[in-house]
């Protein structure tokens, strides 16, 4: 489903961010990609989603090379990943409701659709009766939560988590592991960027370990 093929990223004053990263990750499967501070982590996530191109190399996604997707293609390939990002990207000024159904009213479905499709995903993450409240009011972990219901409400057939456990309390982050788990035992291809060596070791997946930009394991 994804593959790199010796991939360059390369910013100012030559740090490589990746340096001459090769791996593939197969469909329906689940990945972590670990790795200190710096190691490269989001810049994978960021090239996936094609908000950058590599410098060299080639990054394969379902056959086909997203460098060479057309700008106005962009738009489309996005909607099939659900990008859980390291810093939530939550809209503040709109409230949680709002916020998990702008992926559903940018896509222009039926708003009894929405209705329902949002009402349930806000159950399931357990914020019943405050979907008028505004992210501002949320902890850590429900804004974790908020922002995972907002990446999947499309049903993504690949899901990208950068360090969705970030700051978490052992709890909640068991709670997030466990609803990225359910999604892949349905069929989502999972990638997840963690330091959580506890957390990586205790699921028991593929890992793929970045130093530097390069996979060392
Ligand atoms: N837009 C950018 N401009 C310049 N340098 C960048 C940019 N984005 C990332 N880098 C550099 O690329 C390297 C890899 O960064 P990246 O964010 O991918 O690391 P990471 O593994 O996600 O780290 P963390 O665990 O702290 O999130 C770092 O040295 C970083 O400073
Ligand atoms: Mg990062």
Redesign the pocket.
């Known amino acids: 489903m994804i593959k790199f093929n010796h991939v360059y990223k390369i910013?100012?004053k030559d740090?490589k961010?990746l340096d001459d990263l090769s791996f593939s990750v197969e469909k329906g499967e689940f990945v972590f990609l670990t790795?200190?501070?710096?190691?490269?982590?989001?810049?994978?996530f960021n090239l996936l989603y094609r908000e950058d191109i590599p410098d060299m190399g080639t990054i394969l996604v379902e056959n086909s090379d997203i460098a060479h997707l057309a700008r106005s293609r962009v738009p489309y390939y996005r909607r099939r990943i659900g990008f859980v990002f390291?810093d939530f990207k939550l809209l503040f000024d709109r409230s949680i409701f709002d916020n998990i159904a702008l992926p559903l009213v940018l896509t222009s479905t039926a708003p009894e659709f929405i209705y329902k499709t949002v009402n349930d995903a806000i159950k399931r993450i357990g914020l019943e009766g405050r979907e008028d409240v505004d992210p501002w009011h949320l902890s850590g972990g429900e804004k974790q939560k908020v922002a995972l219901a907002r990446a999947v409400i499309l049903n993504p057939p690949f899901i990208m988590a950068d360090?969705p456990t970030g700051n978490l309390d052992e709890e909640n982050a068991w709670q997030i592991m466990t609803m990225l788990d359910e999604l892949n035992r349905a069929g989502t291809t999972v990638m997840v960027?963690s330091?959580n060596r506890d957390i990586v070791t205790r699921m028991g997946k593929r890992v793929i370990r970045?130093e530097r930009?390069k996979a060392v394991e």
């Open positions: 910013y100012e740090i961010a790795g200190p501070s710096g190691a490269g982590k989001t810049t994978v390291q360090e960027a330091h970045l930009g």
